[in-house]
């Protein structure tokens, strides 16, 4: 019997795109496993096996994110968190969790799946996200380690400030939508199509 294998959603998308006409790179990170991890915070003994097996505190604080070595913890609510690390390592990070949870009124679950992650990197990298979301991504709110939940192009997503310099930026939206989005970013995000907000604009190439 054959074994189920991954297949990325932007394979081939991303293979045909001229990336020489972009104003920044767009990549898709395919190598990322993501859990879904629900629970309450006010339970100490969630929050310290949560902790065990992670290697680092829930965040709290609504629209941040923690990290620890290969593995990042995005907040989605007060009750719930993606738990992201390398694909390969997802299956290991499930177990040990759910056997840590044992008996914890709590959830985890694999949706390495469910989403598709599109990254953004370089200096204007906030105004191609911006052209598409109605959200002010150039706030000084907005710095390293933000989480953030959004429309994009009328679909849901969320983007993660995953640093600023330069600006790297990963825009999460779900699979059935990711060639959407993709063609969207690459789009706006064409040289030709570059703008800076709040400055002079340079004069259209002729």
């Known amino acids: 019997m054959s074994e189920p294998q991954f297949e990325s959603p932007l394979s081939g998308p991303a293979s045909r795109t001229d990336r020489a006409k972009l104003a920044v790179d767009i990549s898709e990170v395919s190598d990322r496993g993501m859990i879904d991890l629900r629970g309450e915070l006010s339970d100490r003994k969630f929050a310290a096996a949560a902790k065990k097996v992670l290697g680092i505190d829930l965040p709290v604080k609504p629209r941040t994110s923690t990290t620890h070595g290969d593995l990042s913890i995005l907040w989605l609510s007060v009750d719930q968190w993606l738990v992201c690390c390398p694909r390969a390592k997802i299956q290991d990070v499930l177990g040990e969790l759910r056997e840590a949870l044992t008996d914890i009124h709590s959830l985890a679950v694999d949706l390495s799946d469910a989403r598709a992650i599109i990254r953004l990197q370089g200096n204007g990298a906030r105004e191609i996200l911006m ?71 340079d004069p259209p190439v002729v």
């Open 131 to 201: 052209k598409g979301a109605p959200v002010n991504l150039l706030s000084t709110e907005i710095v390293a380690g933000t989480v953030r939940r959004l429309r994009y192009g009328e679909i849901a997503a969320m983007v993660h400030i995953v640093d600023e310099r330069p600006d790297t930026i990963d825009l999460y939206i779900f699979r059935s939508y990711a060639e959407f989005a993709w063609d969207w970013l690459v789009e706006t995000g064409r040289r030709a199509a570059a703008i800076r907000l709040f400055g002079q604009q």
